[in-house]
T-cell receptor
Framework: NAGVMQNPRHLVRRRGQEARLRCSPM?????VYWYRQLPEEGLKFMVY????????ESGMPKERFSAEFPKEGPSILRIQQVVRGDSAAYFC?????????????FGEGSRLTVL | KNEVEQSPQNLTAQEGEFITINCSYS?????LHWLQQHPGGGIVSLFM???GKKKHGRLIATINIQEKHSSLHITASHPRDSAVYIC?????????????FGEGTQLTVNP
């Protein structure tokens, strides 16, 4: 039973390019969360998705960031026109059926570097 | 003031010592998580608590809901325990979906 899989593990982009980060939740998990960890800072919530629905995107920057969790395939966090300040580790976590009581399982993270 | 405060920020111990990391929070919660993060590595969930105490191997986590406080204890610490330990709470007032994190405690255990 594979854990939460994130790819790529490391991604380098130049300013203005797009970054796509993928997250495959654990088998049977239908809740996905994205968190960002800026250098020397703590983790911050970005977005919570269930299959085909965004449940809570209150932590997402208003512009350039979007997330989806389609019926088939991984969840994708998309960052358009990246800037240096987007350099961070992006972690995905998944949980089974209920968010309030479900254990969270984290991926290894995707580390984005913007040149 | 952050909603979740951890202490200490940094902790250095000798192998074999008993370690305590504290977490205080200011909001009503439905659950509290203790997480472990190794340098450059992923995040591992150690415990999820809503009351009382849990134990796993050399790790013990306790929570006092009335005092809004939790502790993570490591008995007989080992250099491989060196990592950042993060306290995170799931608020009652939110959709229940988001965690609010402490800044983490950097633990170094020397041989």
């Amino acid at each position: 039973n594979a854990g939460v899989m994130q790819n790529p593990r490391h991604l380098v982009r130049r300013r203005g390019q797009e970054a796509r980060l993928r997250c495959s939740p654990m088998k049977g998990h239908s809740h996905v969360y994205w968190y960002r960890q800026l250098p020397e800072e703590g983790l911050k919530f970005m977005v919570y998705l269930q299959k085909e629905n965004i449940i809570d995107e209150s932590g997402m920057p208003k512009e350039r960031f979007s997330a989806e969790f389609p019926k088939e395939g991984p969840s994708i966090l998309r960052i358009q026109q990246v800037v240096r300040g987007d350099s961070a580790a992006y972690f995905c976590a998944s949980s089974p059926w209920t968010a309030n009581t479900g254990e969270l399982f984290f991926g290894e993270g995707s580390r984005l570097t913007v040149l | 003031k952050n909603e979740v405060e951890q202490s200490p920020q940094n902790l250095t111990a000798q192998e074999g010592e008993f370690i305590t990391i504290n977490c205080s929070y200011s909001v009503g919660i439905s659950a509290l998580h203790w997480l472990q993060q190794h340098p450059g590595g992923g995040i591992v969930s150690l415990f999820m608590l809503s009351s009382g105490k849990k134990k796993h191997g050399r790790l013990i986590a306790t929570i006092n809901i009335q005092e809004k406080h939790s502790s993570l204890h490591i008995t007989a610490s080992h250099p491989r325990d060196s990592a950042v330990y993060i306290c995170a709470v799931r608020g009652k007032e939110t959709s229940g979906s988001r965690l609010t994190f402490g800044e983490g405690t950097q633990l170094t255990v020397n041989p």
